[in-house]
């Protein structure tokens, strides 16, 4: 399903996602703090890094940029069958989750209904 979200992307995004090497991973959890974090929300994905807005050549990170989703966020809302809800929602994270890396706000992408 994350790959079916990232073939509807348009292509100069993919293409940055793969010149950047920047990894979409799922995870059975969230790390451990995401619900102290992120109190009272179900949390399916984050932006782990530095965005691409920011980034220079003399950036430093102590850990690759990632973007990872959460199996157990997902199944708590939707349970564990495939259904179309799940796939909307696992593409609206992707894309929520790639316009972080670009360098949007978090307001910015809510006015943008994702």
Not at 5 to 30: C, F, H, S, T
Not at 53 to 60: A, G, L, N, R, W
Not at 81 to 94: C, D, G, P
């Amino acid at each position: 399903m994350v790959q079916e979200a990232l073939e509807g992307i348009p292509d100069k995004y993919r293409k940055i996602l793969r010149e950047e090497k920047i990894e979409i991973l799922p995870r059975e959890n969230a790390p451990p703090g995401m619900k102290e974090k992120f109190p009272n929300k179900t949390v399916f994905g984050i932006f782990v890094g530095m965005s691409l807005k920011h980034k220079t050549v003399f950036s430093i990170q102590t850990e690759p940029t990632r973007i990872e989703l959460y199996k157990e966020s997902f199944e708590k809302v939707f349970g564990t069958k495939v259904s179309e809800a799940i796939k909307e929602q696992i593409n609206r994270t992707v894309i929520h989750e790639i316009a972080h890396y670009l360098g949007f706000t978090e307001e910015e992408i809510h006015k943008r209904g994702y």
